[in-house]
């Protein structure tokens, strides 16, 4: 659904044109996709603006919980911005490591649902790349 979607295709062209001389896309066990990792080991995400900023840190939180279960230590992310030239740290920490445990367990248990979870509208539907999906 994302192939179709405009917020998308400007994603994709800010990566074409953001931090060219990095390595890209790096695939971890086919679950994780992350942007790049800076010479010094950290993990960082390119977004297009920082309107979803929560959701932003949460998926570097992500890809940090999933590299630290997989024995990698003494890592950190960054949630770059370029088009308006910022960037936010994330660490993980022992709390967020439990909420992930938390979260994790919240999605199977939605996954394993035979009837699907009614459907919440939100201010950010509209420009959801999955917005078919939910109310059409």
Do not use: W
């Amino acid at each position: 659904m994302e192939e179709k979607s405009d917020l998308v295709a400007i994603g994709k062209l800010i990566d074409e044109h953001s931090y060219k001389r990095e390595e890209k896309h790096i695939d971890i066990d086919g679950t994780i996709n992350i942007d790049f990792i800076g010479d010094t080991g950290t993990v960082h995400e390119v977004k297009k603006s920082g309107k979803m900023e929560k959701a932003d840190i949460y998926q570097v939180k992500y890809y940090l919980y999933y590299l630290k279960k997989r024995g990698v230590e003494n890592i950190d992310g960054v949630v770059n911005y370029p088009k308006q030239r910022e960037k936010v740290k994330v660490s993980l920490s022992e709390s967020d490591m439990a909420e992930m445990e938390t979260l994790l367990a919240e999605i199977r248990e939605i996954i394993g649902r035979s009837i699907p979870t009614a459907v919440r509208k939100t201010k950010v539907c509209k420009k959801c790349s999955y917005f078919e999906l939910c109310y059409i």
